[in-house]
């Protein structure tokens, strides 16, 4: 047994106690040092893992198939002017991709079979062969079988009408495209030939597909074109100019005799500033 006699603790000096607290503190801190080293490790580490995937898998640029086609990831791809952003289609295996998202298609081999069926553009319905349903497709056509565009002349509006050829049985206006689509009758159903090239398809909106994709210099619509006989400005397109009486549509200004020079056109901006 240990005496302890007056003035004597039995508590560890304070420079003990001190110096014990020092070495913890110093610990805990060591390990709190450790803790913030390691993610930081990691995140490193992660880095220049990303950097090697990324090095390892060079942009794959087109390579020309034949007119209008290119071979990207295995496919024969042609792009397709669909609304703001173009379509980049396989004409082999019908795989599609927006071209701002063409990288999609590595994943979808060409040897793969297509998907039985896609979707309308317009109401999302599935399970269909086209971009549009029969249904969407009927509501665009009757649209188009009325709607027609306006020009300016002067300060006056004109409605522009179908052009005089090819011969057809009636015409639609294709907005999006910005041309005038015929059609004919056959045994009481319209069959739509390709504005261009003639070619012939059972819908507008299979017309209206082939065009854009065919024959996109087209799609420009109306434009002012100065006619030195004339000197006037008239409103064109690549189908014709445009009376502005009428609003008919023909390929030969001299070809319309019953409008006076007065009547169907409006000063140019040149002779304006003259």
């Known amino acids: ?11 560890p000096p304070r420079e003990d106690r001190e110096g014990g607290a020092v070495e913890e503190a110093e610990e805990e801190v060591l390990e709190e040092e450790e803790l913030v080293e390691e993610p930081q490790l990691r995140l490193e580490e992660e880095a220049e893992a990303e950097e090697e995937v990324v090095a390892a898998e060079p942009a794959a640029s087109p390579e020309p198939a034949r007119p209008g086609v290119y071979r990207l990831f295995g496919h024969e791809l042609e792009e397709v002017a669909e609304g703001e952003v173009s379509v980049l289609r396989c004409v082999r295996c019908g795989a599609e991709a927006p071209l701002t998202e063409a990288a999609a298609l590595r994943e979808r081999p060409c040897n793969t079979n297509a998907p039985s069926g896609g979707f309308c553009r317009v109401c999302g319905k599935t399970g269909i062969s086209s971009n549009y349903c029969d249904e969407c497709a009927k509501s665009l056509e009757d649209y ?8 300016e002349y002067g300060r006056r509006a004109v409605k522009v009408l179908p052009p005089e050829s090819p011969p057809a049985d009636g015409w639609a206006w294709v907005g999006t495209h910005k041309t005038f689509f015929p059609y004919l009758m056959r045994e009481g159903v319209r069959v739509w030939p390709c504005p261009a090239c003639g070619r012939e398809f059972p819908r507008m909106v299979d017309a209206m597909e082939h065009f854009g994709s065919a024959h996109p210099e087209r799609t420009g619509g109306f434009e002012r074109e100065f006619d030195a006989k004339t000197g006037m400005d008239y409103w064109r397109s690549w189908q014709g100019y445009v009376c502005p009486r009428c609003g008919g549509m023909v390929t030969d200004l001299s070809s319309t005799d019953a409008v006076t ?10 002779s304006d500033r003259s």
Request: aromatic share 0%; no cysteine.
């Open 261 to 270: 020079r007065d009547e169907r056109a409006v000063p140019s901006q040149d």
């Open 1 to 11: 047994m240990t005496v302890q006699g007056p003035g004597i603790s039995a508590e």
């Open 144 to 151: 188009a079988l009325v709607a027609r565009p306006l020009v």
